[in-house]
């Protein structure tokens, strides 16, 4: 049974869901007649507050993942400030909607925690896919 929820957890925090989750919330549309992309987070996010707390909380998975991987502490705190930026940022109507296109806070923490894991190979083995 240990053995069983070991390789889960290597399989859902595996680097690849990792990027793919960021890409999703992040970049997973182009705005027409831009080549501004968004995701999940932007659309989720126009709702007011409830889907700044939504979106939290997704981006969270990503620093539960950096947890598990043994990132740093530094590295874990500032992909942690990077989602309360984006949450506060998520708060200011409208405009913050759209100061959140440029900020892709998931990207940037996968790209944190790769960043972080990838000189020291602390990628836990099942993880590597």
Do not use: C
Request: no cysteine; charged share 15%.
């Amino acid at each position: 049974m240990r053995t069983q929820l070991k390789s889960l957890a290597d399989n859902a925090f595996a680097p690849s869901a990792l990027s793919g989750l960021a890409n999703l919330l992040d970049n997973r549309f182009t705005l027409p007649g831009t080549n501004l992309r968004v995701g999940w987070d932007f659309i989720i996010g126009l709702v007011p507050v409830v889907g700044d707390i939504v979106t939290t909380l997704l981006s969270s998975y990503i620093l539960v993942a950096a947890v598990y991987h043994g990132a740093r502490v530094i590295t874990v705190l500032r992909m942690f400030l990077n989602i309360i930026a984006d949450f506060l940022i998520g708060l200011i109507p409208i405009a913050g909607d759209f100061m959140d296109i440029g900020w892709k806070t998931n990207l940037k923490n996968v790209r944190l925690l790769l960043q972080d894991l990838e000189g020291r190979e602390v990628i836990h083995a099942g993880a590597a896919a």
